[in-house]
């Protein structure tokens, strides 16, 4: 699994930042500057820093590390269903269903308004 197929994509990534999800992370979606345009690519803060960029769009999570074990609470909760959500979002990863697994996150997570 490529790094990029582990990660948010930049549609969740940038609604999780709509929605006032604030943890901070090392991998981002930028700009970035490729040879004469720029491009949107899945890089780290400190790559960003190194070549002197600031063109953060939003942060990049780990789903199953960081959204589903890392931060299960600001995710899910603690509710009795926290578990079942995480279930749900590991088993369409496992069966390579990303898309369905990003829109259960935007459906069910507590970044949802609907859910708060």
Not at 55 to 81: P, Q, R, T
Request: charged content about 35%; proline content about 1%.
């Amino acid at each position: 699994m490529t790094e990029e197929q582990k990660r948010t994509s930049l549609e969740l990534s940038k609604w999780l930042q709509e929605n006032s999800c604030e943890i901070e992370n090392e991998n981002v979606w930028a700009d970035v500057d490729v040879i004469d345009k720029k491009e949107k690519r899945l890089t780290t803060r400190s790559i960003m820093a190194f070549c002197g960029q600031t063109d953060i769009i939003a942060n990049a999570y780990d789903i199953l590390n960081e959204i589903c074990i890392k931060y299960v609470k600001e995710f899910w909760g603690d509710s009795k269903w926290k578990k079942e959500h995480r279930h749900m979002v590991f088993d369409l990863l496992q069966q390579g269903k990303k898309q369905e697994a990003e829109k259960y996150i935007m459906e069910h997570s507590l970044f949802n308004p609907k859910n708060k």
